[in-house]
Structure formats: C-alpha cells, structure tokens
C-alpha cells in the first residue's frame, strides 16, 4: 500500500508542450495539477531583453517559488495519499540557471539548489518531451507570448542540449535525487496529442503502465 500519492511531472525545453499535456493527463486522471508560475515571475519579461543583466533575479524567483509550490504540494495532497501532475520538474531550475548564470553564479545557485532539493518530494514519473528546434520555434510563434516574441533560436538550441545532457540516461542518476524516478522520454515533434487520438492513447498507455508498476491508481474515482 503506498503511502503517498503518485507524483508525475513533465519537463522539457520551452514550447515542448508541458502544460498542453499536463493538462490532458490531469483530466483523465483527476490529480491536482501543479502549474509552473509564469506571468508573476517580475524579471522575465526583462530577463528576455538582457539575459545577462537579468538572470540572477530571474532564476532565483523561479527556485524560491517551485520550493514553496513544492512544499505546499507535498504537505496538502501527496501526504493524503493524492496523486499530482505537474508541468515542471524542480531541475528545470539547474538546467536553465546552467545556461543563463556565469560560472561563479551557477556555483553559488547549485548550493542553494541542493540544500532546498533534499527535502522536496521527488516525482515518482518524469515525462521528458522535446521537439525538434524547428518545432519548438513555431509552436512559440503561435502560442505568441508578448516577452517570447523575440526569442533567440540559439537560446533554444542551448536549451534542448542541456536538456539532454541532464536526461541522458548516462547523468540521470547523478542529476536526480533519491532512487530516480521512471522517466518516459517522448518526442513530440509528430504528434498531435490534443487532436488525435491514438497519439492521446500513445502517451496514455505509458504513463497507465508506469503508474501501475508503482502500485498507484490511475482511474478516475469520480
Ligand atoms: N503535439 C502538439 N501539436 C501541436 N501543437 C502543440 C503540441 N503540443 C503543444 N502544442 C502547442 O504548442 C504551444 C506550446 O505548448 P505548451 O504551452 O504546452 O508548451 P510548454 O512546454 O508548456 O511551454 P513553456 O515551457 O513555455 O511553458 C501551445 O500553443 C500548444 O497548443
Ligand atoms: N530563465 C528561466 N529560468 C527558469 O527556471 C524558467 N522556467 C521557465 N522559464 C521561462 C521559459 C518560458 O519563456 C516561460 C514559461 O516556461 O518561462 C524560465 N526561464
């Protein structure tokens, strides 16, 4: 009998469709969703006119934030046996501070990092989606967020390789905490989870099979 309720998150470089899917894994198994803070982060829009000027204060917002976020989902759901599905994963933090802080910056920042990991729950299922950088640049044309209008394609290529430096399966153990958690790597590029269904399924199924391979419920209860 687990003691805790299952706790998924998904992760991946911007525009990768973390929040799209979330959203549709959490209708069908009623979880609570965790929603990354976005438009309340003060610096970002700055952040995107002068990564260097800005990057401290962003990336230390978004720590300080996904902590209490964490701690908050830890204490009111995942305690009562309920289960979660959030659209980021806490080493987004490490991932995106690797490429936007100098060297001295980044050291300090991974401190803190560590000191406040250790004692937030840690995702029993990780859903690593990426896309191509070609992919990734449109679906951010089209979502046309006013601070991402400008946003440099190098910026994201850096992003998607850091990423798969952190989810090569070679660093995984070094760059998650505890025993690691079951990772489902997905390449969104081709698929169309919101309007087709058998890519809905696709996803679906694995995510169904991992949640029973932990002992977790994955119906619906209502
Ligand atoms: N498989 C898909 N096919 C077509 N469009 C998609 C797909 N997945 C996501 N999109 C679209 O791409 C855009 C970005 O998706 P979404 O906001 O879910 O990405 P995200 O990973 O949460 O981004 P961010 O890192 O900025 O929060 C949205 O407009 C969404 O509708
Ligand atoms: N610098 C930086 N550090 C983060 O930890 C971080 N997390 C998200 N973001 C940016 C990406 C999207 O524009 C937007 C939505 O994901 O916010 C971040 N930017």
Redesign the pocket.
């Known amino acids: 009998m687990r003691k805790k309720g299952i706790f998924i998150a998904i992760e991946g470089p ?1 525009g990768a469709g973390k929040t799209t899917l979330a959203n549709l894994l959490n209708d069908h198994l009623c979880y609570t969703l965790l929603r ?1 803070i ?1 438009e309340e982060n003060p610096f ?1 829009s700055k ?1 995107y006119t002068d990564i260097k000027e800005y ?1 401290l204060q ?2 230390a917002f ?1 720590l300080f934030n996904r902590v209490k976020q964490l701690e908050d989902v830890n204490k009111n759901i995942l305690s009562k046996c309920k289960g979660v599905v959030s659209d980021y994963h806490i080493v ?2 490490l991932i ?1 501070a690797g490429i ?1 802080l100098d060297n001295n910056q980044f050291h300090r920042y991974k401190q803190v990092y560590n000191i406040f990991v250790n004692d937030l729950p840690q995702p029993d299922i990780v859903i690593y989606l990426n896309s191509n950088t070609d992919v990734l640049m449109r679906r951010i044309a089209c979502r046309d ?1 006013s601070f ?1 209008r400008q946003m440099d394609r190098n910026y994201i290529d850096n992003l998607r390789n850091e990423y798969k430096y952190y989810f090569n399966p070679l660093s995984i153990k070094h760059n998650f905490t505890g025993k690691g958690p079951i990772i489902i790597e997905i390449d969104n590029s081709n698929l169309d989870f919101l309007n087709n269904k058998s890519d809905r399924k696709y996803i679906i199924d694995k995510v169904e099979k991992a949640i029973s391979s932990l002992g977790g419920n994955s119906e619906c209860s209502n």
């Open positions: 911007i990354e976005v970002l952040f990057a962003t990336e978004f987004k933090n995106f936007t967020r991402e």
